[in-house]
T-cell receptor, first 110, second 113 residues
Framework: DAKTTQPPSMDCAEGRAANLPCNHS???????VYWYRQIHSQGPQYIIH???NNETNEMASLIITEDRKSSTLILPHATLRDTAVYYC???????????FGGGTRVLVKP | DAGVTQSPTHLIKTRGQHVTLRCSPI?????VSWYQQVLGQGPQFIFQ???????GRGNFPDRFSARQFPNYSSELNVNALLLGDSALYLC????????????FGNGTRLTVT
């Protein structure tokens, strides 16, 4: 599975949009981009995933560049409860092995 | 709907002992995976099971084993515990579709003394 690169940390103001970048320049054509977050002492929570089209659900939006080498997770209106470590993961269609990197530690401030 | 449930939530063991951790997947999910998360790091893949068969294994010693039952629940066993086995053990379940996302439980916190 392709490796991902994320900034180690970022701050966001409560009520504002949070844009979390992820680079995956070696992604293959059949690999998906998944986003998870982990709040302290809890298991990772699935947020969203996509292949090449932009995706939106009740939690977030995922924007994937046309060349698929990078993506952005958008939390439209960040709340204090969105403070967590966010992981961007690239995974092929086969198997359930998720390779977690360091993630981005997001701190939402009042 | 009930999510992935794991038991126990916390456990303290002594070096050399063995431990069994349990996981019940989300209803309808047939695939179960296990991950180890050491403090300060991201989760590391240990096993995947589907239809009671091992479908994937991470870089863990043979002291780690698992099985899946006909009701799709799963157990993770660790023998001859070492201090370094202290970690949060996470179970995740999913549908069998190729892109189906994994859904994680809140884990079992194992402390080896």
């Amino acid at each position: 599975d392709a490796k991902t690169t994320q900034p180690p940390s970022m701050d966001c103001a409560e009520g504002r949009a949070a844009n979390l970048p992820c680079n995956h320049s070696t992604i293959s054509g059949n690999e998906y981009v998944y986003w998870y977050r982990q709040i302290h002492s809890q298991g990772p929570q699935y947020i969203i995933h996509g292949l090449k089209n932009n995706e939106t659900n009740e939690m977030a939006s995922l924007i994937i560049t046309e060349d698929r080498k990078s993506s952005t997770l958008i939390l439209p209106h960040a709340t204090l409860r969105d403070t967590a470590v966010y992981y961007c993961i690239v995974k092929g269609a086969a198997g359930n092995k998720l390779t977690f990197g360091g993630g981005t530690r997001v701190l939402v401030k009042p | 709907d009930a999510g992935v449930t794991q038991s126990p939530t916390h456990l303290i063991k002594t070096r050399g002992q063995h431990v069994t951790l349990r996981c019940s997947p989300i209803s309808g999910h047939k695939s179960v995976s296990w991950y180890q998360q050491v403090l300060g790091q991201g989760p590391q893949f240990i096993f995947q099971y589907y239809e009671k068969e091992e479908r994937g294994r991470g870089n863990f010693p043979d002291r780690f084993s698992a099985r899946q039952f006909p009701n799709y629940s799963s157990e993770l066993n660790v023998n001859a515990l070492l201090l370094g086995d202290s970690a949060l053990y996470l179970c995740a379940s999913s549908f069998t579709g190729a892109e189906s996302p994994l859904h994680f439980g809140n884990g079992t916190r194992l402390t080896v003394t």
